[in-house]
């Protein structure tokens, strides 16, 4: 019934089953439950013409759904990447926050790490990691950490400006914002692009 709701249902009636969909979609087995429902296709739908607070409720259900590596896939060749990134671009605070959401999950697959980054979503998120909410600057941070895991979007988002706010949030983060601040710089680092360490000691010359 939720999926069938989902699908032809009213505009609030759609919002209020993607909703259920991603508060049930937090447990393994009905992660693969819903995607078997045929849920994707229409929280996708959702997702792209919805209303912002139904557009909101299809990311966080997908974001959900993507932990399970099937439904990464199947999220994907769903065409659910464009519709999110748009969302993290013009979406409410809370949208763009649930928003960064699906990315870090949908980024675990090392195809989509590639079109996530390509649709454009790396501008964005360091937007957000700049100028979100307490929460949504954690969850920037974390998007882009799971991206970075690709060499190529390690430069991407070097080259975006993240380095600055990651250092801020470093700073000033609530403690998950600072620990996922850390964790982001550590991968980045890893390309040898940023060094964080004291500076070189210069040996005077006699």
Same mark, same amino acid.
């Given at each position: 019934? !939720? ?7 009213? #505009? ?11 508060? =049930? ?13 045929? #849920?994707?296709? +229409? ?35 769903? %065409?659910? @990447?464009?519709? !999110? ?5 013009? %979406?409410? #605070?809370? %949208?763009?926050?649930?928003?960064? @959401?699906? *990315?870090?999950?949908? $980024? ?15 501008? *964005? !998120? ?16 974390? $998007?882009?950490?799971?991206?970075? $895991? ?6 991407? @988002?070097?080259?975006?400006?993240? =380095?600055? +706010? =990651? ?17 982001? =710089? ?12 004291? +500076?070189?000691?210069?040996?005077? @010359?006699?």
């Amino acid at each position: 019934p !939720l999926v069938k709701l989902l699908g032809d249902g009213t #505009a609030e009636g759609r919002t209020n089953a993607a909703m259920a969909l991603g508060s =049930l979609a937090v447990n393994a087995d009905n992660q693969v439950a819903i995607a078997e429902a045929g #849920a994707i296709a +229409p929280l996708v739908k959702l997702l792209g013409d919805g209303t912002a607070e139904g557009r909101t409720n299809a990311a966080m259900a997908l974001g959900s759904l993507a932990v399970n590596a099937d439904n990464q896939v199947a999220i994907a060749e769903a %065409g659910a @990447i464009a519709p !999110l990134v748009k969302l993290l671009g013009d %979406g409410t #605070a809370d %949208g763009r926050t649930t928003a960064a @959401i699906a *990315p870090q999950n949908l $980024a675990s697959n090392a195809d989509n790490e590639v079109a996530i980054a390509e649709a454009g979503a790396i501008a *964005p !998120l360091v937007k957000l990691l700049g100028n979100g909410t307490a929460d949504g600057r954690t969850t920037a941070a974390m $998007a882009l950490g799971s991206l970075a $895991a690709n060499a190529d979007n390690r430069v991407a @988002i070097a080259e975006a400006g993240a =380095l600055a +706010p =990651l250092v801020k949030l470093l700073g000033d983060g609530t403690a998950e914002g600072r620990t996922t601040a850390a964790m982001a =710089l550590e991968i980045l680092a890893s390309l040898s692009l940023i060094h964080i360490s004291e +500076p070189t000691r210069r040996t005077p @010359i006699s």
